[in-house]
Every structure is written in structure tokens, then in C-alpha cells.
């Protein structure tokens, strides 16, 4: 079958390809890309699609994300604003929820800011168990850096009321001293991650494949067409195989799993390519904590609680036989580092492994804010590629800055990162923030924080090489560059459907870019109600 889409702002991203208004799409690939005659004449019985100047990008590829919890908190409660906007519809909302949750599972819901409720706080315990008074819930704020539990969900979860703080978070508490049932960061996020693993251990596989579609069109919804689940583990690895075979894989999925599973893979089968959509060849390790809990591990100490110079997992020369092990399996190895001590530790433990060789299996640094020049010196030498996370410039910005007051204009310094020589994809990490890549195209383009602030703004990149981020880049740091990242003759026809190219569009509106179509293979995996296709 062969669709010609016609009249059309084409964005290939190929190097040096010339202006191109028509692409040829036969079956799952591209046929033909460039003028409108030319393209024609490769197919005279082509089915023709007018796109009316509409823009077409490739898809968009997120290098590091979370796609199984994104599929399970949009599987809860939706408690963000404006959908609920006050506690009692949040309270409705819970109970709605509840009524479809199985036993044994938490009722989940999340999205809410407590400053955007017309009561301009954050729920309560209370409030929790007026909607679902007899069994666990949480509510996750948008940020999932605080969360909300009732009473039966803070006895499960093992936190009373005379109990001091958690490590690296804060309860909120009422008048007395007692627990109100918020929670600021600290064990958050460990909330999340234990309820998904406790219900996706628990779920049927159709269950299973249906919180991986979920996910997979809440990704294309934003035009992204491939990832890599950067915390896979048996239970998501499993169910990514079962949505596969369903046919109900939306995006292409490569695997990160975790290191302490990594046997388990290498002797499950589910090892290697298994389709055009899914592949898990990569393991992820931690080596160090987060910029916004400040437990990223620094050269010296920060200036705001809790202090200290932050948490290192591994030591150095254990992270070395790490890295030695997974690499002689043949592993693409992806390493959490995020503090200038710890990327100088994983640096030397890659340098120690790979010695003189170069970088076959493209060994992965994930986030490297702190990868400073010396640094990154040594990262290009080593031909480390960086998946990095721009998004986060808007959104946690001003906490990086008050995290490394000193050095906050040389975070993520991706215009430096490109001179040395760095290949670096852009991602999210939803869903600690937004997985819409183009707040990231447009924060790399800007890099504003929230509260206006412009960090480095030597830093900043061309639109152009912004969204080389989320296509060429994160396509080869995936393994994938033969066949996605760009449009070209040959290449797999996944691609997206804009009202407008990013290129024509200033940084300051390239947000409000509308996504009219996903495609992966040919297929449509969402469209809006006035796609063209
Ligand atoms: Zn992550």
C-alpha cells in the first residue's frame, strides 16, 4: 500500500537533504522524500494525502522515561486541574476510582497542585479517607515529589504519628504533631515504584498489555514514536512482550533493565531485538542520587538541606566490575549520574574498561547535569553518549540553582556538550516532569526556569539542533539510526504531523505546537479530531 503525503512542510533532519514538500510511505518505510514531482512520479498509484502545509517531523524518540508508570498513574484517579478543581471533586474522583481498583491494589490517583485547588492547599488524610475510607489510597502531586496517603495507607506503608521524618523527606502534620498524610519527597517516589511493581506482579497479561497501551498513547498523543524505559524490570520487560504480541505496542520500546536483573535477562529469552518494536539490550545502574533531592553525589557540599555532598551507591571499584561484567555480555550499559563526583567515578570506571577501544555498544551516561568541561572532556575522548533530560531546565531548574548555586549556568551544558563532541539525546524521565518533548526542544532552545531565570545562556541551542535531540540523537543512542531519527528512502515511517514546524516557530510558542498525527510503521497511532490523515 502507498501513501503519498502531499503539500507538506517537511522537516527530514537528514544531513544536507534538500527542501522536500511530499514523502512516499510503503508499508512500514519510507519510499521517497523531497519535491512534490519527484516524489509523485516514484508511485503514480500512491493513495494522495494533502497536509494542506501542515509540518511533518520524525517521530520523536524520548531516550530516558518511565513509560509503566506513566501508564499507571493515567490507569487512576485524573486529579489534576482543571479536571478537578477543588478537594470535593478530588474526593469524587478517588471514590470513582476506587470502584474500579482490584482488591488488594492502592487507589491511585495524581496531577493535582495544591496552589491551583480552589482551596489553595494540599488534601489531607482527612480528605483521603472521606472518598475511600476502608482500603489504602495515594494522591501523587503532578511534581511526584509529594504525595498524599489516608489512613489505611499510611498503617500499610509502616509510617505512625510519632514518628520523626523520613531520610530525605518531610511529613506534613496538623495542629498536634500528628501526621496529615502528606508526605514531601523522600519515600515518594519509592511509593510509586512499590505500588506499580505490587499490581503489575498481581495483573493478568491482558491487564498487564492494557497499562502498557495506556502508556504508549499517552506518549503518542505528544509525538513520541519510540523510548527507552530507563527502570525495566521482569514484571515490565514481561508485559512490553505481551502488549508486543498483542499488537498493542504504540511506541517502539528499547529496555534499560535494572542491573540486579540483568542475569535474569540474559537467561530469560527476552534478551536482543524481539520485534521491530521492542528490544532489550541495555542495563541501567544508579550511581548516585537526584539534583532536586540535592543526593546527587558533588564535589563539595550544598548550601540547603539536607547538606551534605550527596549518596554514592557503588564504590569505584565496583562500579568498575560492573560495568566490565555487562560489557563483555555485550550490554549497552546506562548509568544514573548526576553530581560531578559521581560522573567523574563512572567516567573513570568506563575509561578503566573501555581503554583505548572506543565505545562499540555506546555506553550511556543518563542526565549528566554536572558533566562539566574537564568532564566532558573526557566523555567525548571516551565516546560516551549522554541521555540528558532539557525539560527539566523549566521545571526544576530554580532547585538545581539554589542545589549548586556556584555552577548552575554550566548544568546540561548541551551547546559546550555538541563542541566537545558529545552525542546526546534528548528524553524526559516522566514522569517526573512532562514527557512533551517539545518542552524540552523548547527549554534546550531557552533554557528559562520557572521562575524566569536564564541558565547559561551561552548554553543554548539552535531549534534545529534542539530537536536533533529527540531524533538523530536519541536514535542512535537507542541503536536505532538505520532505521529511525530521520526521514529518509529505506528508514522505518515513523514520523509526526505538526500544525506548524519548530523550525518557523519561535522557542518562545514552540509549546504551543499542536501534534495532528502519530505514526509508527506506516500506522497511525493517534490522531487528533482534525488530523489529516
Ligand atoms: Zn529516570
Not at 514518628?163 to 510509586?192: A, C, K, M, S, Y
Not at 535477562?265 to 521491530?276: D, P, Q, Y
Not at 532505521?483 to 504531523?497: R, T
Request: one cysteine or more; proline letters at 6%.
Amino acid at each position: 500500500m502507498d501513501v503519498l503525503l502531499a503539500d507538506a512542510d517537511i522537516v527530514t533532519m537528514a544531513a544536507g537533504s534538500e527542501p522536500a514538500r511530499s514523502m512516499l510511505v510503503r508499508d512500514d518505510r519510507i519510499a521517497a522524500v523531497g519535491p512534490a514531482e519527484r516524489v509523485r512520479a516514484a508511485a503514480p498509484g500512491a493513495r494522495v494525502v494533502p497536509l494542506a502545509g501542515a509540518a511533518v517531523i520524525p517521530g520523536l524518540i524520548d531516550a530516558h522515561c518511565h513509560l509503566c508508570d506513566v501508564g499507571y498513574l493515567a490507569s487512576g484517579a485524573d486529579c489534576s486541574q482543571p479536571a478537578a478543581p477543588d478537594i470535593p471533586a478530588i474526593v469524587a474522583r478517588l471514590r470513582d476510582a476506587a470502584a474500579r481498583t482490584p482488591d488488594g491494589s492502592w487507589v491511585t490517583g495524581s496531577g493535582y497542585v495544591e496552589y491551583k485547588l480552589r482551596e489553595g492547599r494540599h488534601p489531607t488524610r482527612g480528605d483521603l479517607d472521606a472518598a475511600v475510607p476502608g482500603r489504602p489510597a495515594i494522591l501523587f502531586h503532578t511534581s511526584l515529589h509529594a504525595c498524599v496517603l489516608n489512613t489505611p495507607a499510611l498503617r500499610e506503608a509502616g509510617f505512625g504519628d510519632r514518628q520523626p521524618d523520613p531520610p530525605g523527606g518531610r511529613f506534613g502534620r496538623d495542629g498536634e504533631g500528628l501526621l496529615n498524610g502528606v508526605i514531601h519527597e523522600g519515600p515518594t517516589f519509592t511509593l510509586l515504584w512499590g505500588g506499580l511493581r505490587r499490581d503489575m506482579a498481581r495483573m493478568g497479561a491482558a491487564a498487564r498489555a492494557g497499562l502498557v497501551a495506556r502508556a504508549g498513547r499517552h506518549f503518542a498523543a505528544l509525538g513520541v514514536t519510540a523510548a527507552c524505559d530507563a527502570d525495566t524490570r521482569r514484571d515490565s520487560l514481561t508485559a512490553y512482550a505481551e502488549a508486543d504480541e498483542r499488537g498493542l505496542l504504540g511506541v517502539r520500546i528499547r529496555g534499560l533493565v535494572v542491573h540486579d536483573e540483568a542475569g535474569w535477562l540474559l537467561g530469560s529469552g527476552l534478551r536482543g531485538r524481539r520485534s521491530a518494536r521492542l528490544a532489550a539490550e541495555s542495563v541501567k545502574i544508579w550511581a548516585d542520587g537526584g539534583m532536586s533531592s540535592r543526593t546527587a553525589a558533588i564535589h563539595g557540599s550544598y548550601p540547603v538541606p539536607p547538606y551534605g555532598s550527596g549518596i554514592m551507591y557503588f564504590a569505584p571499584d565496583e562500579l568498575t566490575a560492573m560495568v566490565r561484567e555487562f560489557d563483555g555480555h555485550g550490554l549497552q550499559v546506562c548509568i544514573h549520574a548526576q553530581g560531578d563526583r559521581a560522573i567523574e567515578t563512572v567516567l573513570d570506571a568506563y575509561a578503566a574498561v573501555l581503554g583505548d577501544r572506543g565505545n562499540p555498544l555506546r555506553h550511556r551516561i543518563e542526565h549528566g547535569g554536572s558533566l562539566f568541561a574537564p568532564l566532558a572532556a573526557r566523555a567525548a575522548s571516551l565516546g560516551i553518549v549522554v541521555a540528558a533530560q532539557p525539560g527539566m531546565l523549566s521545571i526544576l531548574g530554580d532547585g538545581f540553582a539554589e542545589a549548586l548555586p556556584e555552577r548552575s549556568d554550566e548544568l546540561y551544558a548541551y551547546a559546550s556538550w555538541r563542541r566537545a563532541g558529545i552525542r546526546v539525546a534528548g528524553s524526559s524521565d516522566a514522569p517526573v516532569i512532562t514527557a512533551d518533548p517539545l518542552v524540552g526542544i523548547r527549554d534546550a532552545a531557552l533554557r528559562r526556569t520557572g521562575k524566569g531565570r536564564v541558565l547559561g545562556p551561552g548554553e543554548r541551542l539552535a531549534v534545529r539542533d534542539a530537536l536533533a535531540l529527540y531524533t538523530t540523537e536519541a536514535a542512535f543512542a537507542m541503536h536505532r539510526e538505520r532505521d529511525l531519527g530521520s526521514l529518509e528512502p529505506g528508514k522505518l515511517a515513523d514520523f509526526v504531523v505538526l500544525d506548524r514546524s519548530p523550525l518557523d516557530t519561535g522557542p518562545e510558542q514552540i509549546t504551543d505546537i499542536r501534534v495532528l498525527a502519530t505514526v509508527v510503521g506506516g500506522e497511525p497511532v493517534f490522531q487528533a479530531d482534525d488530523s489529516p490523515l
